[in-house]
């Protein structure tokens, strides 16, 4: 009888673990998206709307232009995938890049834009996008995709360590690291080229 109850108790607890590791693997993966209501602007004050863009796979980074490690070596990371998707000929056409900053307070457009200036975008259609909103909305963005953030109060943001990949449909597929340690270039590369055939 006590065997029969650690087997069940067993089975239960794995089945537990289990539906735990669906749930955040797949199904709230599944759940992220843009936003449809939220307006940004790009880094040269262009309006931009998550509910006009055009289906492309997209890859998604949030960081802030103070950051001192994680967020400008994964732009960095960026530009060499970029590189890799240019020589594809997808860049622009198929795959578009999306950068937010989750400080939009000190992230001013003129500093945003200098950002991306030194990874080598110089407008906003080049397919990589620099976008900065309100406090409101650009939490409502990182609250869709449960990426984290604070300001203890030194202006260097804690926060998640995570890029997201999305379909077409604007739905995340795959999510990767932040930083040349987290961050395979190789392996994005790979997983949009797959994506997008």
Known sequence: MVKKLYLSLTILFILCVGAGAFYFTVYRQAKME??????????WG???????????????????????????????????LRAKLEKEHVFGKNVEFITITIDPKRDTPEKLQAYAKSYGVTN??????????????????????DFQYRDPGNGMLVHTTLTYLLDENGRV??????????FNVQEVYETIMDEIK
């Open 34 to 43: 843009l936003p449809s209501d939220v307006v940004m602007e790009t880094a």
């Open 46 to 80: 262009d309006e931009y709307r998550f509910s006009d863009m055009k289906p492309k796979v997209r890859l998604l980074e949030f960081m802030y232009t103070n950051c001192p490690d994680v967020c400008p070596n994964t732009t960095f990371q960026m530009t060499k």
């Open 124 to 145: 906003g259609n080049e397919g990589w996008l620099f976008l900065r909103g309100n406090e409101a909305d650009t939490k409502k963005v990182a609250d869709a995709f």
């Open 173 to 182: 597929i795959e999510q990767f690291g932040m930083g040349k340690e987290r």
